[in-house]
């Protein structure tokens, strides 16, 4: 019963298509969830269906066991960062701020004040009467954060809010983002189709595919134990082999590619013997060399393509059908080159086993 | 090599010119010319001096008719207003395929002339015409005079001139990110406040537009307020008509033209400082 967010069967149908299948979801109070997932996965509706734009077909939605079903996007108190801002073209930033106030009945006084305290939390001490026009994207986007949290909302949802921004402006906000959240303790759901963004933020990540929650843990637990072959690939670069489980008590399995495989990833799922499994490695997992390396499960693969990110590379090859990566660190590329044959190398625990 | 290359580059700029130049020598000859003839007729005929001016700025009969012009062009502006607000808002609501329909059957009044329309609004107005036999069915024994009143002038006005007021709003209506509304609807906006703060002052500007592109032809309407209007409460432009048909009183006629012509000026000039003429254009 400590869920504060909660949703129950939510079903969304426009006409024959099904938007949402059938979500359950708990997030607790103060918790920043994420939902990742390709565009029309589904996770913007779910946002917009807990913002109340979108009315579910079928499903609950309460908030500290409250109901949110006959309550109008204006009774809420959720508190949304859009995509493109949104922010009224007219009015000053201050005067954004202000606006949910306003509507709050806070005078004109008090909640002025209030909105340029917010301003200040976001970092815009000086900017309060500036038009939205007259700020940058990272300004205008700190505004609305400012707008959708000075009335203390119960929810606070972001769509997508760092889309519009460069790299370097998009990893400061991230930063920005969390250290804000953490301070007011908000309950926070931030929708986003950028991996990197939902790892670096989250206390808990739902990914989303087809309408439909994959896999909804912390960031870690998915990336090192994806619950279907879609959040493996999805998250990360991976490689995804095909094997048949030979041995379940010793975790042996056989793989047309790798050969015989001990696999002893933790938290890997129950096993039988016969069963048709999918074998994931990470490629940082994996060691390239001239020689089958001791200590170690090996096999051989050509090298196709490096490419280089300076600090790091990718190699990618192929043993027999089936294409490898492997990051190996940048130093050791200089003596690799397309063409070559060598091996790669893997422990047991590196091994993590998917249902087929 | 080199001079072609100059050569080419002075085309270049010559271009734009050339393009412009059948339209520039056009309205040079037949509006720059005639209006300079008008301004110099107006300070020459019949005498030369200010008299004209004078009588036009002090004459109590003048007074009267620009203050009626210009109670007119703003009742009729107003009207507009009224009636085209909330046609647009219900364009930029409705499908992409309604509100073109909406806009044909408004544009399609434009196809008929002036003219017609102003005569079609006679028979209907008329005293034998179908509004006041229907207020006689309705046991009205004596309808008011329709015709030729402020009433009638005004109605037929607004008619033509309401499909300016309601492109130039909804135009401005269709480019409002519904973002901003659901944005406004999250923090709390009703009906009410959310017009009031957020929808109506995002409209404003083509409600400006609007407004003084109708009122400004307004001011120098002729055709419909000669025809249809009462002749006690005569516009500008009908009166300079008659000072030069009937009168031939060319310089005060003249004189009427500029003041009217200034005026108007004035009013854009207002407006282009607060919000630009060329947003007047798109």
């Known amino acids: ?356 | 090599m080199g001079l072609s290359l100059s050569a080419l580059a002075e085309r270049k700029t010559l271009w734009p010119w050339l393009l412009l130049a059948p339209l520039t020598i056009y309205l040079a000859l037949f509006f720059l010319v005639p209006l300079v003839e008008v301004a110099l007729m107006s300070v020459t005929e019949p005498r030369p001096g200010l008299a004209n001016y004078e009588k036009v700025l002090t004459g109590s009969l003048y007074r009267k008719v620009f203050l009626n012009t210009f109670g007119t062009a703003l009742l009729v502006t107003l009207c507009c207003l009224l009636v085209g607000y909330p046609l647009a808002y219900l364009m930029s609501t409705v499908s992409k395929r309604a509100a073109m329909g909406i806009l044909l059957l408004i544009t399609m009044s434009f196809w008929t002339s002036f003219l017609v329309r102003t005569y079609a609004w006679m028979v209907l107005l008329g005293n034998n015409g179908p509004v006041v036999w229907l207020m006689q069915t309705l046991g009205i024994a004596e309808p008011p005079p329709l015709l030729f009143t402020r009433f009638s002038s005004t109605l037929a006005m607004v008619h033509i001139l309401a499909p300016y007021m309601i492109m130039n709003i909804y135009t401005v209506m269709q480019k409002i990110d519904p973002s901003l509304i659901r944005s406004a609807e999250s923090m709390g906006a009703y009906g009410k406040s959310l017009f009031r703060h957020i929808y109506l002052p995002l409209t404003a500007p083509g409600i400006a537009n609007g407004s003084v592109l109708v009122f400004v032809i307004c001011l120098g309407f002729y055709v419909t307020p000669v025809l249809l209007g009462s002749p006690r409460e005569q516009m500008a432009a009908g009166l300079i008509g008659n000072q030069i048909e009937q009168f031939l009183a060319f310089g005060l006629g003249s004189a009427m033209s500029i003041v009217l012509l200034v005026v108007t000026l004035v009013i854009l000039g207002i407006y282009h400082r607060r919000f630009g003429l060329d947003k007047l254009y798109g």
């Open chain 1, 1 to 356: 019963m400590s869920a504060y967010l909660r949703l129950a069967g939510v079903n969304k149908t426009f006409g024959s298509f099904t938007a949402l299948g059938h979500i359950d979801l708990e997030v607790e109070k103060g918790e920043f969830v994420t939902f990742l997932g390709p565009s029309g996965s589904g996770k913007t509706t779910t946002l917009m269906v807990i913002a109340g734009f979108e009315q579910a077909t079928k499903g609950e939605i309460t908030v500290a066991d409250q109901s949110l079903a006959h309550l109008a996007p204006q009774e809420r108190n959720i508190g949304i960062v859009f995509q493109n801002y949104a922010l009224f073209p007219h009015k000053t930033a201050a005067e954004n701020v202000y606006f949910p106030l306003q509507m709050r009945k806070v005078g004109k006084k008090e909640g002025m004040r209030k909105a340029e305290e917010m301003l200040e939390l976001v970092g815009l001490a000086g900017f309060a009467h500036r038009l939205p026009k007259e700020l940058s994207g990272g300004q205008q986007q700190r505004v609305a954060l400012a707008r959708a949290l000075v009335f203390e909302p119960d929810l606070l949802l972001l769509d997508e809010p760092l889309g519009a921004l460069d790299k370097n402006l998009r990893e400061q906000m991230q930063i920005e983002i969390k250290r804000i959240q953490k301070r007011l303790g908000v309950t926070t759901i931030f929708v986003t189709h950028d991996q990197t963004e939902a790892m670096s933020m989250s206390d808990r990540i739902v990914v989303f595919s087809n309408g439909a929650i994959e896999q909804a843990a912390a960031p870690l637990d998915i990336y090192h134990r994806p619950a279907t072959r879609f959040v493996a690939d999805f998250i990360g670069e991976s490689n995804l082999l095909e094997a048949t489980i030979t041995d379940a008590a010793s975790g042996k399995a056989q793989s047309p590619v790798l050969g015989e495989v001990t696999c002893g990833a933790e938290g890997l799922p129950p096993l039988t013997d016969g069963q048709a499994v999918t074998l994931l490695i990470r490629p940082e997992h994996l060691k390239l060399s001239r020689e089958p390396k001791e200590g170690r499960q090996n096999a051989q693969m050509v090298i196709e393509t490096i490419v280089n990110y300076g600090d790091n590379a990718v190699v990618i090859g192929h043993a027999g059908d089936q294409q490898i990566r492997v990051r190996v660190p940048g130093a050791d590329v200089v003596i690799l080159k397309e063409g070559d044959s060598c091996h790669f190398s893997w422990t047991a625990d590196a091994v993590f086993v998917l249902d087929k």
